[in-house]
C-alpha cells in the first residue's frame, strides 16, 4: 500500500520568509490625466447638470451574445455593440469635450480584439485623458437576486483584470453601474466596497420607496452594507431619477425620434421648448437631491450605435440651455460621467442619509413584484450553479497542479462563461429561449474545458514513478441518473477520483448508476478506499419517477453509492472499484408502506440524530425529533402546493400576468395535490430513502445518512400540466408548529443574512395592495430559516432552516411556514420586454427539473454552525470522475498516490478558502473568508486568527494583500460624512504582517497576491 500525505506541488526550495511582505509592484502604468482630476467642475451658483452618455449593453436577452456584438438578428432588435464601440471612440476623438463610459467588459474584450494597433492607442488616449471611462466594468452587469457573491466577484475581478492589463490605473473603474438589474442586494454594495469602489448607481427600486425618497431627498445615502465591517463595506450609493433614460423628448438616438431643429425658419423650429422643457426638468429632478448636482442620462438600451446623432444634438441642447444663463438660468449643463457627477457630490460637504438593509423585492406597480425571475428556468440556474462550482475548483487545480496551469484557454473559457451567465437577463431566466439556449451551450463548452483541467491535475496528483496516466470519464448526467461509463463497465476495475476544493476534510456522497444483467441482478461491486480499506456501500433501485424522465437514454435500474470520508481539504482521493458478475447483487429493497386511515400509530424512522414519523392516513411527514437535542421537537408537513399563474394581457395593472420577471398567482392561497401519498422507503448500510409520490409531476426523495445532521428532500418537479390552459408554479412547503411571529430569515447572495417580516418593509409603508404572497417573496441563493420568536432559551427555541443547491425565491407566508418555489411553468408574457411566455419544454414535453433542499432541525443556538458548514459544501461541491484501470486494488494501492493535499493543515471550523486562482505573472490570487456573522455562533463567530505562511503546503515566497478586486494599485476611496458616523477609526486589525498573522473579522473577506517559491 502507498499512501501519500503529499502537496500537489513538490518543492524542496525554502522560500525566503522574510520577503512575504514585500510589495510585488508590477509596473503599473499611472494614468496622469485620467481620474477625478480631469472632472469637469461645476459651478457653485449654478444647478450643474451631468450630462452622461451611455449606452446600456444587455450581454444577451432577446439575441445572444454574438448576436448582440454583431449586430444580427435585426428583426429581434436592431442592436450592434461593435459599432456602437466604433461610433463612439470616432466622435470622442473629433472633440475633446465629449465623454462617454464603457459598462461590459464582456463585449469591449471582443471589440478590443479585433482592433489595429493605431485603433488601440485612440482608445488608449481618451482612457489617459479620462474623457473614455470604463464605469462597472464587470465581465457583465450582473444580476443581484441570483447570482451567487463567489460568481459576482468572479465576475468583476476577471473583467476589471482585463481593463487593468490594458489600460493600467485609468481602466479600474470607481462606480458601480447596477442600472437594470431587478432588485438591489446588501452582500452587492459590500463587493464594490470592498473592491475599493467609491459609488454605486442604479435605477430600479420599489415604488414607494422612490416616490419616499424623492420627496425627503433621501435618493442618495451611505450604504452602511456590513456595519462590523466600518468603511471598509461602506459605498455612497444613488438611485437614478428616471430609470436610466433622457428625459421625455431627449432621445436623440437613430432608435427615436427625438431631435433639435434650430432654424428659426423652419416651421417645426423646436429650440424655445426643448430649452424650457430641459430646463424645467433640471429643476425638478434637483428638488429630489441635496446638492445643486444632477445627473441626466442619455441614453438606453443599446444606444449609439450612429454615436453622432446623439452628440450633435447634445451639442446644441448644452449650448442654448447654457445661453439662458445670460437671461438669470441656473442650469449648467455639461458633459459628464458617473465619476465625475459623484465628485461633485463629494466636494458639496453634505451629511448623507444611511441604508442597512436592502432593495428586495423590487415591484414597479401594485401587481408587479419582480419575485418570478428568483425562480424562473430552475433547471438552467442549478447548471450555473454547479458550474461556479466547478469553476471554484479547478481554479484551485490550475493553480497547484502545473498541467493543470498550462490550460490556461480552457480556465479562461470557464471565467468568461460564468462571467456571461451571471448577467441580469441570463442566470435570472429571463432571456428569449433561444439566447438561454446559447447560455447553455456556452456552459457546456466551460464545463468539458473544466473536465480537460480535471484530468489534468488527477493525473499529476496521482503521479508515481511513470503510471501510466489515467483517462477520466466525467458523468455530466448524474443529475438524471445517467453515466456512459459505469453503465457500460460491468466486469473489470475501475477507478473513482474525488476532488475536494474544500479548506477542511468533508465526507460526500459518492453515486453511480448502474444496470442489472441478464440474470436480472446488477454487477457486484468491491470499493476499496485511499488507505486500501473496504468501504461499505449500497445498490438501490432507482426511483420511479427517475426511470421515467423525459429524455434520459439509460438503462441504468440502480444506483450505486458510498460515503467518501474525510476527503483531504484541497486535493485528491481516490477509490477502487473491482466489478463482477460472480454472484448475484443483493440490491435493497424498496418496501411500499401501507398508508390508510385506520391505523394510528405513524411511520417512524431515525437516525443517530433523528426520530422522523410519517403520518400513517397520508405518508406525509408529521413529525421530527431531536434525538441529541432533548426538547427540540417540532411538528414537520411537507408538502408540494401550487399556484396557478394570472392569465393576463398587461393592458392595466390590475391584468398583468404571471411570467418571467413577475410572480403573481391567481389566488393567495396555494393549491393542494393530492392528499395520499403512495410511500416506500430503502434501508441501506449507508443510508435510508423515505420516497413519496404526489402527482405525476412532483416527488422527492427524503434521503438521511445514518451518521449526518442534515437531511434531504431530493425533489423532481415537472413536467408541469399546462393541458387545462392555466401555468403553474410549484412549491414545496414546511408547515411547522414553530411560532415565529411573521419574521423569516435569507440570504444576500448566499453570504449575508438578512431579516425579513412579512407584510413589512424597514424603509417605507408598504400599505394594502392584493398580492399578499408574491410581496413577501425574497431571493434564496443559499438559505432560508424560521425559528421561535422566543429566544429566551436559545437551547430550547428551534429553528428550521432550508438550504437550496440553486437559486430560488420564498418566504414565510403564513406563520409557522417556511415555502421555496421549485418550478414555473408559464403560458403568458408579463410585458416586460421579453416577449415570449415562460414555457420550458424538453423531449416533446414540459421541462422537468430535479434539485436538492436540505433541511436542519436544530436548537437556535446550535443553527448557524450546522448551515454554514453544509452550505459552503455546495459551492466547494466536490467533483468526481472514473477512469478504467487493468490494476488490481493491492496493485493500484503501491502504484498511485491515492490521497494529496495542498494545505499543511486543514483551515478552521470558521475560515474558507475562498478563491485561489492563477493570476498575474506566476502568481496566485488567495482569498480568505471568515464564514460566520457577527453573533451567530457563540464560538465560531469569533475574530479568526490566521497564519498565512501556514496555509498551503508548497513553500511561499511573498504575500501581498489587496482589494476584493486582485488589483495591483491599492484603491484611495473617498470619505463621506453620513448621519450617526461615529468619531472613532474602524477597530484594529491586530495584523502582524510581517509575521504573515492576519485577524479575519466575522463575515470578512481577505484578498491576497501570493508568489510560490
Ligand atoms: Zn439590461
Known amino acids: 500500500m502507498r499512501l501519500l500525505l503529499a502537496v500537489l506541488i513538490l518543492s524542496c526550495v525554502v522560500g525566503n520568509l522574510s520577503g512575504h511582505s514585500v510589495i510585488d509592484r508590477r509596473k503599473v502604468k499611472q494614468g496622469v490625466n485620467c481620474g477625478y482630476q480631469t472632472c469637469p467642475q461645476g459651478e457653485a451658483d449654478k ?45 470622442l476623438l473629433k472633440d475633446e469635450s465629449k465623454r462617454f463610459i464603457q459598462v461590459e467588459t464582456a463585449f469591449f474584450k471582443m471589440w478590443w480584439d479585433e482592433q489595429n494597433e493605431e485603433t488601440r492607442d485612440n482608445y488608449r488616449r481618451m482612457v489617459d485623458e479620462g474623457r473614455l471611462e470604463f464605469i462597472g466594468g464587470g465581465w457583465s452587469m450582473n444580476d443581484e437576486a441570483s447570482a451567487h457573491y463567489t460568481a459576482i466577484i468572479d465576475n468583476m475581478s476577471w473583467g476589471w483584470k482585463f481593463l487593468e492589463d490594458t489600460f493600467g490605473t485609468c481602466g479600474r473603474p470607481k462606480i458601480g453601474w447596477q442600472i437594470d438589474p431587478f432588485g438591489h442586494s446588501r452582500e452587492q454594495a459590500a463587493i ?135 437671461s438669470g438660468s441656473r442650469v449648467n449643463l455639461f458633459y459628464s460621467t458617473p465619476s465625475c457627477y459623484l465628485k461633485g457630490l463629494n466636494d458639496a460637504g453634505v451629511t448623507w442619509p444611511t441604508k442597512t438593509d436592502d432593495f428586495f423585492p423590487y415591484a ?80 457546456h463548452n466551460a464545463n468539458v474545458a473544466g473536465w480537460k483541467i480535471f484530468e489534468a491535475a488527477a493525473n499529476s496528483a496521482s503521479a508515481v514513478n511513470g503510471a501510466p496516466k489515467l483517462a477520466y470519464s466525467p458523468c455530466p448526467r448524474l443529475n438524471i441518473s445517467e453515466c456512459a461509463f459505469t453503465e457500460s463497465t460491468t466486469s473489470g476495475n475501475f477507478i473513482i477520483t474525488v476532488y475536494n476544493p474544500l479548506g477542511r476534510p468533508q465526507s460526500p456522497l459518492i453515486v453511480f448508476p448502474v444496470v442489472a444483467l441478464e440474470n436480472g441482478s446488477p ?139 413577475i410572480f ?164 403568458y408574457d408579463d410585458a416586460f420586454g421579453v416577449g415570449e411566455a415562460l414555457n420550458e419544454s424538453a423531449f416533446g414535453t414540459g421541462l422537468v427539473a430535479r434539485g436538492l433542499h436540505k433541511f436542519i432541525l436544530t436548537s437556535v443556538s446550535n443553527a448557524a454552525k450546522l448551515y454554514r458548514a453544509e452550505e459552503v459544501k455546495d459551492i466547494m461541491r466536490p467533483l468526481y470522475a472514473f477512469a478504467p484501470t487493468s490494476l488490481s486494488a493491492k496493485k493500484w494501492l503501491t502504484g498511485y498516490a491515492t490521497k494529496v493535499s495542498a494545505l499543511k493543515a486543514p483551515l478552521p471550523e470558521n475560515v474558507n478558502l475562498m478563491t485561489l486562482e492563477p493570476w498575474r505573472d506566476g502568481r496566485l490570487l488567495m482569498r480568505l473568508e471568515h464564514m460566520f456573522e457577527p453573533g451567530e455562533d457563540a464560538v465560531l463567530s469569533n475574530s479568526a486568527p490566521i497564519e498565512l505562511l501556514d496555509i498551503l503546503a508548497a513553500p511561499v515566497l511573498s504575500i501581498r494583500e489587496t482589494d476584493l478586486s486582485g488589483s495591483q494599485v491599492a484603491p484611495v476611496k473617498m470619505k463621506w460624512d453620513y448621519e450617526g458616523k461615529a468619531d472613532k477609526e474602524d477597530e484594529s486589525l491586530n495584523d502582524d504582517i510581517e509575521k504573515g498573522v492576519i485577524t479575519l473579522r466575522p463575515s470578512e473577506i481577505r484578498t491576497f497576491v501570493v508568489t510560490l517559491a
Not at 419616499?212 to 459605498?235: C, D, F, H, V, Y
Not at 479547478?394 to 493553480?399: A, G
Not at 462563461?417 to 441580469?424: D, E, V
Not at 430559516?785 to 425565491?809: F, K, M
Open 47 to 91: 444647478l450643474n447638470v451631468h450630462i452622461v452618455a451611455h449606452s446600456h449593453d444587455d450581454v444577451g436577452w432577446l439575441k445572444t451574445v454574438d448576436q448582440y456584438y454583431f449586430g444580427a438578428r435585426s428583426e429581434i432588435q436592431n442592436a450592434g455593440v461593435q459599432y456602437i464601440i466604433d461610433s463612439y471612440l470616432e466622435e
Open 192 to 326: 464594490f466596497a470592498e473592491m475599493g469602489m467609491d459609488g454605486l448607481f442604479f435605477a430600479r427600486l420599489d415604488y414607494r420607496d422612490k416616490t419616499k425618497r424623492k420627496n425627503e431627498q433621501t435618493m442618495e445615502m451611505l450604504w452602511r452594507a456590513n456595519p462590523r465591517l466600518g468603511a471598509k463595506s461602506e459605498i455612497f450609493t444613488g438611485a437614478l431619477y428616471n430609470h436610466y433614460s433622457p428625459p421625455p423628448g431627449f432621445c436623440f438616438d437613430l432608435l427615436c425620434s427625438d431631435v433639435i431643429i434650430d432654424n428659426p425658419n423652419s416651421p417645426d423650429y423646436n429650440v424655445i421648448s426643448k430649452v424650457s422643457d430641459l430646463i424645467k426638468w433640471a429643476e425638478d429632478e434637483a428638488k429630489a437631491f441635496k446638492t445643486n448636482h444632477v445627473m441626466i442620462t442619455m441614453g438606453n438600451d443599446f444606444n449609439y450605435q450612429d454615436a453622432h446623432v446623439w452628440y450633435k444634438n447634445l451639442d446644441k441642447l448644452i449650448r442654448y440651455v447654457n445661453a439662458e444663463q445670460a
Open 364 to 443: 414597479s406597480d401594485p401587481h408587479a413584484y419582480w419575485t418570478g425571475y428568483f425562480i424562473s428556468r430552475p433547471t438552467f440556474k442549478g447548471y450555473i450553479r454547479s458550474s461556479n462550482a466547478m469553476l471554484q475548483a479547478v481554479k484551485q487545480m490550475s493553480s497547484l497542479a502545473p498541467a493543470a496551469g498550462s490550460l490556461e484557454a480552457e480556465l479562461n473559457l470557464m471565467r468568461e462563461a460564468l462571467g456571461i451567465n451571471q448577467h441580469h437577463d441570463a442566470v435570472t431566466g429571463t432571456a428569449k429561449q433561444h439566447v438561454t439556449d446559447d447560455y447553455y451551450r456556452i456552459l
Open 523 to 661: 454487477p457486484t461491486y468491491v470499493i476499496t478506499d485511499p488507505e486500501g480499506n473496504t468501504v461499505p456501500h449500497d445498490v438501490f433501485p432507482l426511483p420511479q419517477p427517475i426511470l421515467v424522465l423525459p429524455g434520459r437514454n439509460s438503462n441504468a435500474e440502480y444506483q450505486v453509492h458510498f460515503v467518501a470520508r474525510d476527503l483531504p481539504p484541497v486535493g485528491f482521493a481516490s477509490y477502487h472499484v473491482s466489478v463482477s458478475t460472480a454472484r448475484k447483487n443483493r440490491v435493497k429493497r424498496e418496501v411500499k408502506l401501507k398508508v390508510n386511515r385506520s391505523k394510528k400509530q405513524g411511520f417512524v424512522f431515525e437516525n443517530d440524530f433523528y426520530v422522523i414519523t410519517l403520518d400513517s392516513a397520508t405518508g406525509h411527514v408529521s413529525s421530527i425529533e431531536r434525538k441529541d437535542q432533548p426538547g427540540i421537537s417540532a411538528s414537520v408537513r411537507q408538502e408540494f402546493m401550487f399556484y396557478n399563474g394570472m392569465r393576463g394581457f398587461n393592458q392595466n395593472f390590475s391584468d398583468r400576468a404571471s411570467g418571467a420577471y
Open 664 to 827: 403573481r398567482p391567481e389566488s393567495q392561497a396555494p393549491l393542494t395535490m393530492r392528499d395520499q401519498l403512495d410511500v416506500s422507503f430503502v434501508a441501506g448500510d449507508v443510508l435510508t430513502e423515505i420516497r413519496a409520490y404526489t402527482e405525476d409531476w412532483a416527488s422527492h426523495v427524503i434521503r438521511f445518512r445514518s451518521d449526518s445532521e442534515v437531511l434531504e428532500s431530493e425533489w423532481i418537479a415537472g413536467p408541469i400540466p399546462i393541458d387545462d390552459g392555466v401555468g403553474k408554479e410549484l412549491i414545496s412547503r414546511f408547515v411547522t408548529d414553530i411560532r415565529n411571529g411573521a419574521k423569516f430569515y435569507t440570504d444576500s447572495n448566499g453570504k449575508l443574512t438578512e431579516p425579513r417580516t412579512r407584510d413589512y418593509r424597514p424603509t417605507f409603508e408598504l400599505g394594502d395592495d392584493t398580492e399578499a404572497v408574491s410581496r413577501n417573496y425574497y431571493p434564496v441563493l443559499s438559505r432560508s430559516y424560521i425559528r421561535d420568536e422566543d429566544q429566551s432559551d436559545p437551547n430550547l427555541s428551534r429553528q428550521l432552516t432550508i438550504l437550496t443547491d440553486r437559486a430560488q425565491g420564498g418566504g414565510s407566508i403564513v406563520d409557522g411556514a417556511l415555502e421555496l418555489m421549485v418550478h414555473r411553468r408559464l403560458l
